[in-house]
């Protein structure tokens, strides 16, 4: 069972002021799931967008908003959110700290589809 220390994880920015961090992926050896973590910087944010799986994830620092078909929810550290697939989902920090987030995905090389 492989072990991934945060140290040897490649980070890219995706969005400005967003990276990510993933690992266990397709790239990785991974089959069947997907495992990363983003941090968002102050003001940033991932745009709206859909997957064709669920997305799962978990706030582990900061807070922002939930953008999905309504009205924005607000989201801290310890929330646990889920958009079902195909759902339109975003994240935006509007905290003063780095908004940290896991997520998964039941799936390899998942596709972002944005949208407006």
């Known amino acids: 069972m492989p072990v991934f220390r945060e140290k040897d994880i490649k980070v890219r920015e995706i969005f400005p002021g967003v990276t990510l961090a993933q690992a266990v992926e397709y790239d990785n050896g991974s089959q069947a799931v997907t495992l990363g973590k983003l941090t968002l ?3 940033s944010e ?3 967008h859909t997957h064709p799986v669920d997305d799962c994830m978990i706030i582990i620092q900061g807070s ?3 953008y999905t078909e309504g009205d924005p929810v607000p989201i801290e550290a310890g929330c646990h959110l889920w958009a079902s697939a195909n759902s339109r989902h975003g994240v935006k920090n509007t905290g003063s700290d780095p908004l ?3 997520y998964t995905w039941p799936a390899v090389n ?3 589809i944005m949208v407006k």
């Open 46 to 48: 991932i745009p709206p």
């Open 64 to 66: 922002g908003q939930l």
């Open 41 to 43: 910087q102050p003001g």
């Open 100 to 102: 940290v987030l896991i």
């Open 110 to 112: 998942v596709r972002r």
